[in-house]
């Protein structure tokens, strides 16, 4: 069974700072990975997905995740966070076999400080 | 274009009441999903459609049925509700394919006392 790990809780940075969340999944097949983020009081938007190819993608706002097959890695980055960018983030993954059943991490929550 | 609509957006239920929760998407998607989302845990998929007529059980699957008796409609009935239970509930859709992003919908919050 796939699992996904998100190590970060919960991250506090002052405005301008470099964002990393870390996200570490558990399958030995091919994957597509996803990242959501949920900001307060609102549901889950898509910020960026990897299915095949490059394995730097760019999404939404500013954000990109890398992914490392090696690791079995997909962390998200920002090089500044805004004080908008306060939210909760998921990462999300689902074999690229049959049916898409996305399985989901905890979550990290991000707050940023103006 | 309204995307996925979830009502209620907000209930309390007492322990042993019923209710059931809709979902309507407008984008013509082929899946559906009802997930819910507890603190420190995420989100863990309750049942899930693949298409009309069709359900099947995802993660934590007890104490909940549904129905989809319409492509755009996809019912989530708590029989005899529990403290459990209490929780916020996501409805999500998709287009039909193993890399098609999932659009949610704004969440119900379900509280049993």
């Known amino acids: 069974a796939q699992s996904v790990s998100q190590h970060n809780h919960h991250v506090i940075l002052s405005e301008a700072a470099s964002l990393e969340l870390g996200c570490n999944y558990s399958?030995?097949?091919?994957?597509?990975l996803f990242w959501y983020v949920q900001y307060p009081g609102q549901h889950l938007q898509l910020l960026l997905k990897y299915f095949s190819g490059d394995p730097l993608v760019k999404g939404i706002k500013g954000f990109e995740a890398e992914f490392i097959k090696s690791k079995f890695s997909f962390n998200l980055r920002k090089p500044s966070v805004q004080w908008s960018d306060t939210a909760e983030y998921f990462c999300?993954?689902?074999?690229?076999?049959?049916?898409?059943?996305?399985?989901f991490g905890t979550g990290t929550r991000l707050l940023v400080s103006p | 274009n309204a995307g996925v609509t979830q009502t209620p957006k907000f209930r309390v239920l007492k322990t042993g009441q019923s209710m059931t929760l809709l979902c309507a998407q407008d984008?013509?998607?082929?899946?559906m999903y009802w997930y819910r989302q507890d603190p420190g845990m995420g989100l863990r998929l309750i049942h899930y459609?693949?298409?009309?007529?069709?359900?099947a059980k995802g993660e934590v699957p007890d104490g909940y049925n549904v129905s989809r008796l319409k492509k755009q409609n996809f019912l989530l009935g708590l029989e005899s509700a529990a403290p459990s239970q209490t929780s916020v509930y996501f409805c999500a859709s998709s287009y039909e394919g193993v890399n098609q992003p999932q659009h949610f919908g704004d969440g119900t919050r379900l509280s049993i006392l």
């Open positions: 984008m013509n998607h082929e899946y």
């Open positions: 459609s693949v298409g009309e007529g069709t359900t």
């Open positions: 999300a993954v689902n074999a690229n076999t049959g049916f898409q059943k996305l399985v």
């Open positions: 399958y030995g097949g091919t994957v597509n």
